[in-house]
């Protein structure tokens, strides 16, 4: 009878010390700057407790065949270390993770497993409603034409 009344009493001190679950997508638009400014599309969805979050990333990435720039597509699972709450209005994080990307210029194709770095930050512009700007670095496989990679972007990020 004792454990069944400790678990409870622990379940309810956990339930009155959570933090709800925050989610966020974003829409974004930029550049890839390797080897060549290519406008980049894409967007991402996350999830996260305070200052541990979780997100998905797909970008897509333009071509220039002129200066030799493949088109590049990303979708990478990251990481994100982010402040709990904003300062300012501006809450800004670190981001790392992994994923799948394909290269393409021409007849040269290389699908592989890239990794990507960076930061960026959330800032607050009307209710849920933020601006989200990064920069990333990303470590492409050895059969990609540019590694690494680097890209900046901006876009709306819609907090739930």
């Not at 454990?3 to 997508?25: G, K, N, S």
Request: net charge positive; charged share 15%.
């Amino acid at each position: 009878m004792r454990t069944v009344r400790a678990a409870a009493l622990a379940a309810l001190f956990c339930a009155m010390w959570a933090t709800p679950a925050l989610a966020d997508i974003t829409a974004f638009i930029g550049a890839d700057t390797t080897p060549a400014n290519r406008q980049v599309r894409g967007f991402a969805v996350g999830a996260g407790l305070l200052i541990l979050a979780f997100e998905f990333e797909y970008a897509d990435t333009t071509e220039d065949p002129a200066s030799l720039a493949p088109k590049l597509k990303t979708g990478m699972g990251n990481v994100l270390f982010q402040t709990p709450v904003a300062f300012m209005g501006i809450q800004p994080y670190f981001t790392t993770g992994a994923g799948v990307y394909r290269e393409a210029l021409g007849a040269h194709e290389d699908t592989s497993v890239g990794f990507n770095t960076g930061g960026g930050a959330k800032i607050s512009l009307i209710g849920p409603v933020r601006l989200r700007v990064d920069y990333r670095v990303f470590k492409l496989g050895s059969g990609a034409l540019n590694s690494p990679a680097h890209r900046v972007y901006a876009g709306l990020n819609l907090k739930f």
